[in-house]
């Protein structure tokens, strides 16, 4: 065969090779396909469209809102709010401590067991005291059948001197403790006195001792004392136990220089003075002297305190004055009144001064 025949038949063959190629192609598709028919088909189900009613659609809710936080601190113009100080002393086992006695009650008991004052209505107060009960039975009861309010100071070693001053309260009157105070001579002013000599604390204890014999007592004044009553150190402890307990200081004045009442002022303790002593002579002419002392100076000052003793003079004077006080123009007080009037009298001149 020449080349060109050669030439010539070439494509023939060329053109055979993608027939057979072909041909297996479609026998490898016709197996396939005979596969599929043989093998088993899972029945199909055809799904049934079932209706149900929709519920009604919810409200629009409102967006959540966070809630406002609080300030990182107080503003100036908003009170800071401190808690409560634990109670002191306070544990498992532990008694809490004895509160001060003045916070025990609103009222301090100077004004708590004050005897009731009658209306001034313009007119001047006059305070009787009486001095030294409580030893002498009988003429204690007399002075406390007395009309009133009287104020009766009692001394603390008196026999059953608790039940004589609780009667003398139910009629009225007004009770002071007669603290015993040394004297500057000899005299002998009673047992468990109040000295210069003794301790701080041995004169709160006696002072409190006495105040328990006397539970209604307003405050106490000096039964002797003109030794004691010019020592400011020695009245120091005295007048710091009144404080404390919420009572007043009548300063009976037994010596002309005693500083007692300025202490006690001082200290911001309630505190009178004496004006006049009606029986420094026993004696008819003399009381009724003294008596018309105290009215003078009642009508000038607007009040006056006197001080006199359960003698038999003084009390057979004093009936028949007080009887008749009124009628001169004048109003029987107990000495817690006049301490308050003049309390609030100066705390009104200090608020508005001239």
Do not use: C
Request: aromatic residues 4%; positive net charge; hydrophobic residues 45%.
């Amino acid at each position: 065969m020449t080349s060109r025949e050669r030439k010539k038949r070439a494509p023939r063959s060329a053109n055979r090779a993608p027939l057979w190629r072909a041909g297996i192609a479609l026998a490898l598709v016709a197996a396939a396909g005979l596969a599929v028919v043989v093998a088993p088909r899972a029945p199909t189900k055809v799904p049934v469209e079932v209706r149900l009613p929709l519920p009604p659609s919810p409200p629009p809710r409102e967006p959540q809102r966070e809630p406002p936080r609080e300030p990182a601190s107080v503003p100036p113009s908003l009170p800071t709010i401190i808690p409560p100080s634990p109670a002191p002393n306070f544990a498992p086992g532990v008694p809490p401590r004895e509160p001060p006695r003045v916070a025990e009650t609103p009222v301090p008991p100077w004004q708590r067991y004050a005897a009731t004052a009658p209306a001034a209505d313009g007119r001047s107060w006059v305070a009787i005291v009486i001095d030294d009960l409580g030893l002498d039975r009988r003429r204690s009861a007399r002075t406390v059948a007395l009309p009133g309010p009287l104020t009766l100071a009692w001394l603390p070693y008196a026999p059953d001197v608790t039940r004589q001053a609780a009667a003398a309260r139910t009629h009225g009157h007004e009770i002071l403790l007669h603290a015993p105070m040394q004297p500057q001579g000899k005299e002998n002013p009673g047992p468990n006195a109040l000295t210069v000599d003794l301790s701080s604390e041995e004169i709160r204890k006696r002072v409190a001792n006495g105040m328990a014999l006397l539970p209604e007592a307003v405050g106490l004044n000096n039964h002797m004392g003109s030794r004691f009553t010019r020592d400011a150190a020695a009245m120091a402890p005295v007048v710091a136990e009144l404080k404390e307990r919420g009572q007043l200081f009548l300063d009976s004045r037994t010596a002309l220089n005693s500083i007692a009442g300025d202490v006690a002022k001082a200290a911001g303790v309630p505190t009178a003075l004496r004006d006049v002593f009606l029986d420094n002579e026993p004696i008819p002419v003399a009381v009724a002297e003294r008596l018309a002392e105290t009215e003078a100076i009642a009508r000038k000052r607007g009040h006056a305190i006197a001080i006199g003793h359960p003698h038999d003079v003084t009390l057979e004077a004093l009936e028949p004055w007080l009887r008749s006080l009124s009628a001169r123009g004048l109003v029987l007080a107990p000495v817690s009144a006049i301490v308050k009037r003049e309390r609030e009298r100066a705390a009104l001149a200090h608020a508005n001064p001239r």
